[in-house]
Nanobody, 121 residues
């Protein structure tokens, strides 16, 4: 059973930054493609960024390219999402996803509980 725990969300003004973390309880973390998704009220969950097991490949949604950076520390079983120049439209609950030998972005049933990001204008 994969357990994912997100943290780092909060309230920030437009133009500000936040760094999200997702800690995974996985014995073979390097085998897992990791991804960040978000869901705003009344909208479907969408992929934001993803990273392959070794970190050699990444994916970004067009809406966050140049502002968000995904990274991972396989020694700490943790994936990060650095979010800069945040916009009010980035407001959402952010979720972590893990898929073994997965695609970019991953799509498994393994989700964390989410962390709220709110960007004020």
């Amino acid at each position: 059973q994969v357990q994912l725990v997100e943290s780092g969300g909060g309230l920030v003004q437009a133009g500000g930054s936040l760094k999200l973390s997702c800690a995974a309880s996985l014995r073979t973390f390097v085998y897992y493609t990791m991804g960040w998704f978000r869901q705003a009220p009344g909208k479907e969950r969408e992929a934001v960024a993803a990273i392959s097991g070794t970190g050699g490949s990444t994916y970004y949604a067009d809406s966050v390219k140049g502002r968000f950076t995904i990274s991972r520390d396989n020694a700490k079983n943790t994936v990060y999402l650095q979010m800069n120049n945040l916009k009010p439209e980035d407001t959402a609950v952010y979720y972590c996803n893990a898929e073994k030998f997965g695609r970019l972005p991953p799509r498994s049933d393994s989700w964390g509980q989410g962390t709220q990001v709110t960007v004020s204008a």
